[in-house]
């Protein structure tokens, strides 16, 4: 199993990313997938769920401002984000878990096994 992430990058305030995780090894399409996000000092967090029948959860802190989604015909998992704060500075991870959905803490970073390296978002004022 693998995770690739890419997309990340340098934008002011305001701005926009969308970032990327290419998945193999495994049946993507059955699986639940999130998004985390670890800044320098501090705990890793999530950020973004999707589960397998598309259904989605958000940290409070990026409610309307950032979209999971999932492309099954091309095994990739994406995370647009709008109106970036600097707040939002970090490292972003994706991860999968084999469960189709993972019911009661989703935004829980042990409940997953497979993770990717990173790409990291840098957001300036």
């Known amino acids: 199993v693998q995770l690739v992430e890419s997309g990340g990058g340098s934008v002011q305030a305001g701005g926009s990313l969308n970032v990327s995780c290419v998945v193999s090894g495994y049946n993507y399409r059955h699986y639940c997938m999130g998004w985390f996000r670890q800044a320098p000092g501090k705990e890793r967090e999530g950020v973004a769920y999707i589960a397998s029948d598309g259904s989605t959860t958000y940290a409070d802190s990026v409610k309307g401002r950032f979209t999971i989604s999932k492309d099954n015909a091309k095994n990739t998992l994406y995370l647009q984000m709008d109106s970036l704060k600097p707040e939002d500075t970090a490292m972003y991870y994706c991860?999968?878990?084999?469960?189709?959905?993972?019911?009661?803490?989703?935004?829980?970073?042990?409940?997953?096994?497979?993770w990717g390296q990173g790409t990291q978002v840098t957001v300036s004022s």
């Open positions: 991860a999968a878990d084999s469960r189709p959905l993972i019911a009661n803490f989703p935004l829980r970073a042990r409940e997953y096994t497979y």
